[in-house]
């Protein structure tokens, strides 16, 4: 095969699509031997390089044949050359013109980010894996890696070296600093997965589509920035326990990148904090699992908005309970009541927003504030109105009987209080989440 020269992608727009198992045989023919008999392949390798021309060829030829005899679907593998300066891309070509599955990208930039970018973003398969051509990495956690993405199962997968069954083989100075860096993560980022930066993922086209204009890093914090944005986007990710051997001759410059990553670490969680990313757009519909089709005469995604709403609520009740006591202490039931209300109101909108209803972003965050504040509003008329009714009625009840009436109050306040969201403040994701259950 000859070498392409690819342009940089195109934003994706709207809500994913219900992730579905991929029909292998019908649409991804494979041959005999594996590799392909025509049509796209189901998985598409890349291999991103710089100056590879020693290891390029036995690494390429490794995976070809690991492929051809073990994965079931049709493969590609294909060398994204990075404006190497040395004889890599005539060793890149000289591999594709041999191997009908390779074929070779030349990029006139450094940056393994872009190189995954740009040739992920051009693919036609549904299943997009990466890997460093030093092959650190065992390739049997290939078809573990990939198998959840052609099931349907995940969104994105990765090989982590930090797993409990993982038989990891490298010097205690890059042992250290892997440890640190998601240590930095999971504190800065909030992050839950364990390995970042280990050479080894995959992800399935349509989430790529849509989520690789967000990402800005063209570099080695590319992996990263993919992770945490699709964790926060409630995207699902895989991961597998690999069996790695650290490569002696790494070229990687560990100062430098453990800067630039840091950078990055400050860029992404600064662009969190602000809602500037349109996270909205990787939402994935409730109604994956059959069970959730099964629920019949109850609107699309209602059951879900129930639970997300019970779930705050109650965290907001306890929330709202503990102001009141500790304002209570210097201001009178009223006044306690009112600001106790009016803080845990405000926190309460901000997670359903977000939690129940899966709306992200800053667009329209004011207005919903707004119409929770006139929802608030109308649960101080009921609990204030409660309070009232209870001191005309007893004159001076105890403190254990105004928390006993206030929980009575805002059961009654919580239930036109979920009316009030779902069919008033977001009505709009009530609807999209009900249309895109029942196309």
């Not at 198992?21 to 598409?44: C, K, S, Y």
């Not at 078809?143 to 993982?166: M, Q």
């Not at 109105?385 to 109050?409: K, M, Q, Y």
Request: hydrophobic share 45%; glycine share 8%.
């Amino acid at each position: 095969m000859r070498t392409q020269t690819i342009a940089g992608p195109d934003s994706g727009m709207g809500a994913l699509p219900a992730r579905e198992h991929l029909p292998a045989r019908e649409h991804f023919p494979v041959g005999a031997a594996g590799g392909t008999t025509g049509g796209r392949p189901v998985l598409d390798v890349v291999i991103p390089v710089y100056n590879e021309e020693k290891d390029l060829e036995p690494c390429v030829l490794r995976l070809h044949d690991h492929l051809t005899r073990t994965f079931p679907y049709g493969f590609r593998v294909t060398i994204a050359d990075n404006a190497s300066t040395d004889r890599t891309p005539e060793v890149a070509v000289a591999l594709a013109e041999k191997l009908p599955e390779v074929r070779s990208v030349r990029l006139e930039q450094k940056g393994r980010g872009r190189a995954l970018r740009t040739v992920w973003s051009q693919s036609d398969a549904p299943v997009l894996a990466y890997m460093d051509v030093d092959l650190s990495t065992d390739l049997n956690a290939l078809l573990p890696l990939v198998a959840p993405l052609i099931s349907g199962h995940s969104d994105l997968a990765i090989g982590s070296r930090l797993a409990r069954s993982s038989r990891v083989v490298r010097g205690p100075k890059r042992e250290f600093i892997s440890r640190a860096y998601n240590l930095i993560l999971r504190g800065s980022l909030a992050a839950r997965f364990s390995d970042a930066q280990c050479g080894f993922k995959a992800i399935r086209g349509e989430v790529a589509e849509r989520l690789l204009p967000m990402v800005e890093d063209t570099g080695w914090f590319f992996d990263t920035e993919m992770l945490v944005l699709a964790e926060r986007a409630g995207l699902r990710i895989h991961e597998v326990p690999v069996d790695w051997v650290d490569d002696p001759d790494s070229t990687v410059h560990i100062v430098k990148t453990a800067t630039d990553d840091l950078k990055g670490v400050w860029r992404v969680g600064r662009a969190l904090a602000t809602g500037s990313l349109p996270l909205d757009r990787l939402a994935r519909p409730f109604g994956d699992d059959p069970r959730d089709r099964q629920l019949t005469g109850v609107p699309g995604g209602l059951a879900r908005q129930l639970v997300g709403f019970c779930a705050v609520g109650a965290l907001s009740t306890l929330f709202y309970l503990a102001l009141y006591s500790a304002f209570r202490l210097g201001v009178g039931s009223q006044l306690a009541n009112a600001a106790a209300l009016l803080v845990s109101a405000v926190a309460n909108t901000a997670a359903n927003r977000r939690l129940t209803f899966g709306v992200r972003g800053r667009d329209r965050a004011v207005r919903h504030q707004a119409q929770g504040l006139v929802v608030f509003g109308i649960g101080l008329a009921l609990t204030s109105g409660s309070l009232a009714a209870l001191g005309a009625a007893t004159g001076d009840p105890a403190h254990s009987t105004e928390l006993a009436v206030l929980i009575v109050a805002n059961l009654a306040a919580t239930v036109l209080r979920f009316l009030l969201f779902r069919l008033w403040v977001f009505p709009d994701a009530s609807l999209s989440s009900s249309s895109r259950n029942t196309r």
